[in-house]
């Protein structure tokens, strides 16, 4: 059994001055006049340069909002292993019956693998879905004390969510909650139906039962609905959503509407996604598009107009048909594939390379268009002529008043060079001159498309903000770093502070920076020619950790909240410094606030 560790909420980041992370949305810039006069302030962290601080999670220790301070620190619902008021390990790994997974030196399963957790409320509950990024996934519910005096939020009750009903989790990446308040989670680097056994880390799942397993049962959305009634003790409903496609999802962000959903592809010569559903708060069925990057700026991060490739309609049980059951597909059923020849497919032959696997020529076969466009919705775009050349595609953010979609890019390489030597030539749409490893985030125009039916359709795409590539004299505390201490590195899951004209980022970066960071970027103060201009520092993490869960919540019971979860202490890098016996390695599921109410 795991005994719960106590974290020490005491900030040992020293005070280094204020400096402005929003001012009023600028009226040229489309923002609502009910915003003006609002401004958000923290109290920036210095980068870790001790040993010391280098193992802790350092943060800003008050904020000002709307001119007035407010103290505030990061704090811990659950680290991996705790329990609360039953036997559930929060973090353990089960099977499909809901019996614990051990490993072969006879220990339970537990993953430092925490990932986003939402905040739920349900009446007057307050409930929280955590999951985990693992081969089985794994998800639970929490529900949430709030104190009503100082918005301070603590675990009540811990249960196992059973995903059985949709053959299991795969790799729990980033998530989000719906208009409609039900939490959304990702499946991660789908397995390659196209490479045998590429779906056999599942089979601990089926008992270890390989004919169970099925590459399609994974890479899509789900929707996690949490019932609460009273004082009952919850359930939840599990939706896998078809129609959305199968991708390496990190992230599925609903707009406004309730209808139009944008899906990022994390990995290598990956697309990028847009869903618009039938009917509002529905997400059963809709129709399925892809965007082709139209350059017009080679510079930087680069610069394009979106044109949006339309993949089709279909429904969840459509496709459902195809992944299970006595009509389930194959790779070979659906496409036709020959062989390359020095990076040029045959005439009727598209070209893809999918994760940087080497390049395939496709062809879907006759009748198979809307299984494939679902099944295999990154190679079904490729052979539609959308772009597949993305790199590392991550977290999104939206700003309402300005309809602006923030996506941030951890890594400027490969596919979307020119010229690289993972560029090939059978599409590339995307030709950047600089290769950066410091990544960026781009922002997206939306605009109404009266053809698609929605009033949110990225028009543009264009880089916001990059990060420098840099290095370091060999006794620098940051020796290890290659990109700027005082920049992003390797962006990853993002946020939007509505009304406050504020993009957090946070990152995943290994030799970036040591140490992750999570930045607040002031947007009124973004320079072209000065990547560091309006950035603060508000949060640093220990060792080989990543940081994960990034979500604003403006209001909950008259407190807001930043979700932030610390992934896999130690595990990205500098295993060896963990002292023998300790248990530093347990991720940490929390927060930084309580602040104000800032709606």
């Not at 290994?510 to 950035?535: E, F, I, R, T």
């Amino acid at each position: 059994m795991y005994r719960p560790i106590p974290f020490a909420k005491k900030n040992l980041a020293a005070k280094v001055g204020t400096v402005a992370l929003g001012a009023m949305l600028l009226a040229a810039c489309g923002g609502d006049s009910n915003n003006q006069g609002k401004s958000l302030e923290f109290t920036p962290v210095n980068a870790p340069a001790t040993d010391a601080q280098k193992r802790q999670i350092l943060v800003s220790p008050s904020a000002k909002v709307d001119g007035e301070e407010h103290s505030v620190g990061y704090h811990t619902l659950l680290r991996s292993g705790d329990s609360v008021d039953s036997e559930v390990v929060f973090g353990r790994l089960v099977d499909e019956s809901g019996a614990p997974l051990y490993g072969s030196d006879g220990e339970l399963q537990v993953t430092d693998y925490n990932e986003h957790t939402s905040l739920l409320p349900i009446g007057d509950r307050l409930f929280s879905v955590s999951q985990m990024e693992t081969r089985p996934g794994a998800m639970f519910l929490m529900e949430l004390d709030q104190d009503k005096d100082t918005g301070v939020l603590s675990t009540k009750k811990l249960w196992q969510i059973d995903q059985s009903s949709v053959h299991g989790g795969w790799v729990h990446c980033a998530a989000t909650v719906t208009p409609w308040n039900t939490h959304l989670a990702s499946e991660e680097y789908e397995p390659d139906a196209a490479e045998e056994g590429s779906a056999d880390s599942m089979a601990p799942y089926f008992g270890g039962d390989t004919s169970k397993v099925n590459p399609y049962f994974w890479g899509w959305n789900i929707e996690i609905k949490v019932n609460a009634s009273g004082d009952e003790q919850p359930t939840t409903e599990l939706s896998k959503h078809y129609a959305l496609g199968r991708l390496a999802f990190e992230l599925a962000k609903v707009m406004p509407d309730q209808k139009t959903v944008y899906m990022s592809d994390d990995g290598s010569d990956v697309g990028f996604y847009m869903f618009v559903a039938d009917t509002a708060g529905d997400l059963s069925a809709g129709s399925l598009y892809a965007a082709k990057w139209n350059q017009t700026s080679g510079e930087g991060l680069g610069e394009a107009d979106l044109e949006w490739i339309d993949l089709g309609h279909a429904t969840d049980s459509e496709i459902e048909a195809y992944v299970d059951g006595a009509g389930a597909l194959s790779f070979d059923d659906m496409f036709e594939q020959t062989a390359a020849t020095e990076d040029t497919c045959p005439d009727g032959y598209a070209g893809i390379k999918a994760n940087s696997s080497t390049l395939q020529c496709l062809k879907v076969k006759p009748g198979m268009e809307k299984a494939a466009s679902r099944l295999e919705a990154r190679r079904y775009a490729a052979v539609m002529g959308a772009t597949t050349e993305l790199r590392k595609e991550e977290g999104q953010a939206f700003d309402p008043a300005t309809k602006t979609l923030y996506v941030s890019m951890s890594e400027v390489q490969k596919g979307m060079l020119d010229g690289d030597k993972y560029d090939t030539d059978y599409a590339n749409h995307i030709r950047l001159k600089t290769r950066n490893d410091c990544g960026g985030v781009y922002q997206l125009q939306l605009g109404t498309d009266t053809n698609i039916g929605s009033e949110y359709v990225a028009k543009t795409m264009k880089g916001l903000i990059a990060g420098i590539p840099a290095s370091y004299d060999e006794n620098s505390p940051y020796a290890t770093y290659t990109c700027d201490k005082d920049g992003i590195a390797n962006p990853d899951n993002i946020t939007f502070i509505d009304g406050y004209n504020t993009l957090m980022i946070g990152e995943d970066s290994g030799s970036g920076h040591q140490n992750d960071m999570v930045w607040a970027l002031d947007l009124s103060k973004v320079d072209a020619n000065d990547p560091k201009a309006g950035l603060t520092r508000v949060q640093t993490t220990p060792y080989g950790s990543e940081t994960t869960g990034l979500y604003w919540y403006p209001n909950i019971n008259g407190f807001a909240y930043l979700m932030s979860v610390v992934q896999h202490p130690y595990g990205e890098s500098d295993s060896d410094q963990i002292p023998d016996g300790s248990l530093d390695h347990r991720a940490y599921t929390g927060y930084v606030g309580p602040f104000p109410a800032m709606d």
